[in-house]
T-cell receptor, first 116, second 115 residues
Framework: DTGVSQDPRHKITKRGQNVTFRCDPI?????LYWYRQTLGQGPEFLTY????????KSRLLSDRFSAERPKGSFSTLEIQRTEQGDSAMYLC??????????????FGEGSRLTVL | QQQVKQSPQSLIVQKGGISIINCAYE??????FPWYQQFPGKGPALLIA?????SEKKEGRFTISFNKSAKQFSLHIMDSQPGDSATYFC??????????????FGKGTHLIIQP
C-alpha cells in the first residue's frame, strides 16, 4: 500500500511526558499537512510543509509543539510536556502541488494520543 | 475569520432515501469546496469537490450543489445505502490563489442509513 502511513497508531502517555509522531506521505507528494481532530469535531489545521519548508503554522500550534520534515520526505510532530488537552487524533495528509493549485489531500489513519 | 458551519450534526435516513447535508461559509476567498467521508478509525477520504465556477457537480450517487451568492453548498446522497453510514465533513480553502491555508473543516455530520 502506498498511502499515507502514521506511527504509532495509538499512544498513551502521562501528563508532562514528551511524545513524537511520524508521518510517511505518499512518495511523490511534496506537500504534507498535520491536523488535529477531537471527538465530534472536524480536523483542525496545525501546520504544513512544502518539501522541507514549513510554510504555515496555526495558532493552535503552541510552543510545546514542533514539526519537522527533514529532506522533504517523512515528517515528525513532537509534543513536549503533554497536557490532558492534547488528547486527540493527530492526522497527517499529503498532496501534490500542481502549478498554483493544491491537489486532493490524502489522509493517513491518524495517531490517537491519550494523555492521562 | 475562516469558518465553515455544517448542519445537521446527525442524520438518520432510510435505505433508498436522499441524504442532504448543508454547509455555509463566510470567507469569500474560499474557492475550493471538498466533501470528505470518514469511517470510524480511519482518516477522512475525499468524496467529491467543487469550484465556484459551477453550481452543481455530480459523481454517481453524490451531488454537490453550490450557491455562491448565498455562500452555501450542500451534499446530496441519492439512493442512500447502509454502506454510506459515516461521518461527512464539508471543507473549504482558498485554493486557486496559491494560498498557504490548509483546509477549514466543518464539524461533521454523523449519517446513519437504516436498512
Amino acid at each position: 500500500d502506498t498511502g499515507v502511513s502514521q506511527d504509532p497508531r495509538h499512544k498513551i502517555t502521562k501528563r508532562g511526558q514528551n511524545v513524537t509522531f511520524r508521518c510517511d506521505p505518499i512518495s511523490e507528494h511534496n506537500r504534507l499537512y498535520w491536523y488535529r481532530q477531537t471527538l465530534g469535531q472536524g480536523p483542525e489545521f496545525l501546520t504544513y510543509f512544502q518539501n522541507e519548508a514549513q510554510l504555515e503554522k496555526s495558532r493552535l500550534l503552541s510552543d510545546r509543539f514542533s514539526a519537522e520534515r527533514p529532506k522533504g520526505s517523512f515528517s515528525t510532530l513532537e509534543i513536549q510536556r503533554t497536557e490532558q488537552g492534547d488528547s486527540a487524533m493527530y492526522l497527517c495528509a499529503s498532496s501534490s502541488m500542481l502549478g498554483r493549485s493544491t491537489g486532493e489531500l490524502f489522509f493517513g489513519e491518524g495517531s490517537r494520543l491519550t494523555v492521562l | 475569520q475562516q469558518q465553515v458551519k455544517q448542519s445537521p450534526q446527525s442524520l438518520i435516513v432510510q435505505k433508498g432515501g436522499i441524504s442532504i447535508i448543508n454547509c455555509a461559509y463566510e470567507n469569500t476567498a474560499f474557492d475550493y469546496f471538498p466533501w470528505y467521508q470518514q469511517f470510524p478509525g480511519k482518516g477522512p477520504a475525499l468524496l467529491i469537490a467543487i469550484r465556484p465556477d459551477v453550481s452543481e457537480k455530480k459523481e454517481g450517487r453524490f451531488t454537490i450543489s453550490f450557491n455562491k451568492s448565498a455562500k452555501q453548498f450542500s451534499l446530496h446522497i441519492m439512493d442512500s445505502q447502509p454502506g454510506d453510514s459515516a461521518t461527512y465533513f464539508c471543507a473549504a480553502t482558498p485554493y486557486s490563489g496559491g494560498g498557504a491555508d490548509g483546509l477549514t473543516f466543518g464539524k461533521g455530520t454523523h449519517l446513519i442509513i437504516q436498512p
